[in-house]
């Protein structure tokens, strides 16, 4: 059976979001519109399939964070998979990054997605982690914490960059406008900031810091503010330990993936990713 391989804007649509979801249902994954309408007003693409009655059989979109990419968004409807609708959308998105100059490209793979991204070249970097609060911390030292300003985010940016190698912070900037964020937290050590850290509802994320030091007391104050069976999608497995000792249970979540040249950061300064789909 043939289908139809188009490019769906999804930004202007809110039934376009809602078809997003529906699909990522079929494969009881939760709701991700969230983070495709800014992916998409930031740079990204998503491309889909439709089946012969127009519905969405597959997708996959791609988030530009130069100079880098990232792919997300990987689905395909349980009864029209094996037919190389994913393998199509992935090396379309691929070639759509390396021809617009984002060579480093990264994601998070299942096991079920695995095998197609080493065929084309991927390179496992490590097996991320994931975790659940099982029990809020107690509120610990805050001095030098303050509620994320407008002002505040060519600091972050810049302390982001030394971490990851790329530009995010457009991405997250359009995520705090979602109803469902509720804070972002700053650290600042001798006049400048030291780590930053967003909670949405029910999620904590992305964490970043300089030290172990001053992720552990953004990390406190997130996950105190937080409620039981809020998510943290940790990352790196070094980092597990921090969290664990602020009352998360932590669990293996995808193998961290790359293709071309690293970008030149330390993810050792990533202590919690914003999700899976966008690292």
Same mark, same amino acid.
């Given at each position: 059976?043939?289908?139809?391989?188009?490019?769906?804007?999804?930004?202007?649509?809110?039934?376009?979001?809602?078809?997003?979801?529906?699909?990522?249902?079929?494969?009881?994954?939760?709701?991700?519109?969230?983070?495709? #309408?800014?992916?998409?007003?930031?740079?990204?693409?998503?491309?889909?399939?439709?089946?012969?009655?127009?519905?969405?059989? /597959?997708?996959? @979109?791609?988030?530009?964070?130069?100079?880098?990419?990232?792919?997300?968004?990987?689905?395909?409807?349980?009864?029209?998979?094996?037919?190389?609708?994913?393998?199509?959308?992935?090396?379309?998105?691929?070639?759509?990054?390396?021809?617009?100059? !984002?060579?480093?490209?990264?994601?998070?793979?299942?096991?079920? @997605?695995?095998?197609?991204?080493?065929?084309?070249?991927?390179?496992?970097?490590? !097996?991320?982690?994931?975790?659940?609060?099982?029990?809020?911390?107690?509120?610990?030292?805050?001095?030098?914490?303050?509620?994320?300003?407008?002002?505040?985010?060519?600091?972050?940016?810049?302390?982001?960059?030394?971490?990851?190698?790329?530009?995010?912070?457009? &991405?997250?900037?359009?995520?705090?406008?979602?109803?469902?964020?509720?804070?972002?937290?700053?650290?600042?050590?001798?006049?400048?900031?030291?780590?930053?850290?967003?909670?949405? /509802?029910?999620?904590?994320?992305?964490?970043?810091?300089?030290?172990?030091?001053?992720?552990?007391?953004?990390?406190?104050?997130?996950?105190?503010?937080?409620?039981? @069976?809020?998510?943290?999608?940790?990352? !790196?497995?070094?980092?597990?330990? &921090?969290?664990? #000792? &602020?009352?998360?249970?932590?669990?293996?979540?995808?193998?961290?993936?790359?293709?071309?040249?690293?970008?030149?950061?330390?993810?050792?300064?990533?202590?919690?990713?914003?999700?899976?789909?966008?690292?």
């Amino acid at each position: 059976m043939q289908h139809d391989f188009e490019a769906c804007d999804l930004t202007p649509s809110a039934a376009h979001l809602d078809e997003i979801d529906e699909l990522r249902a079929s494969i009881d994954w939760g709701p991700g519109s969230w983070t495709i #309408g800014p992916m998409l007003r930031t740079g990204g693409r998503v491309l889909a399939l439709r089946d012969e009655t127009g519905r969405l059989a /597959a997708m996959g @979109g791609a988030a530009v964070m130069a100079p880098g990419g990232f792919i997300c968004n990987m689905v395909v409807r349980p009864e029209h998979k094996r037919r190389g609708m994913g393998r199509r959308i992935f090396n379309e998105l691929i070639a759509w990054l390396q021809q617009n100059g !984002h060579a480093s490209i990264q994601l998070e793979a299942t096991d079920e @997605g695995r095998p197609l991204y080493e065929q084309a070249g991927f390179r496992v970097r490590w !097996h991320s982690i994931g975790s659940t609060l099982s029990a809020p911390p107690e509120r610990g030292d805050e001095t030098g914490l303050e509620v994320l300003q407008t002002g505040d985010w060519p600091g972050i940016a810049a302390l982001d960059r030394q971490a990851t190698g790329a530009e995010r912070t457009a &991405l997250f900037r359009q995520l705090t406008a979602w109803e469902g964020f509720r804070e972002g937290l700053v650290l600042r050590e001798g006049g400048s900031i030291a780590g930053y850290g967003l909670r949405f /509802a029910n999620r904590i994320g992305p964490v970043v810091a300089a030290s172990p030091g001053a992720a552990e007391r953004l990390a406190r104050a997130l996950a105190a503010r937080s409620e039981r @069976g809020t998510i943290a999608t940790i990352g !790196h497995p070094q980092h597990a330990t &921090l969290w664990q #000792g &602020l009352g998360f249970d932590v669990t293996p979540f995808d193998a961290r993936m790359a293709l071309g040249p690293d970008l030149p950061g330390d993810p050792s300064m990533v202590y919690c990713m914003l999700n899976g789909g966008l690292g």
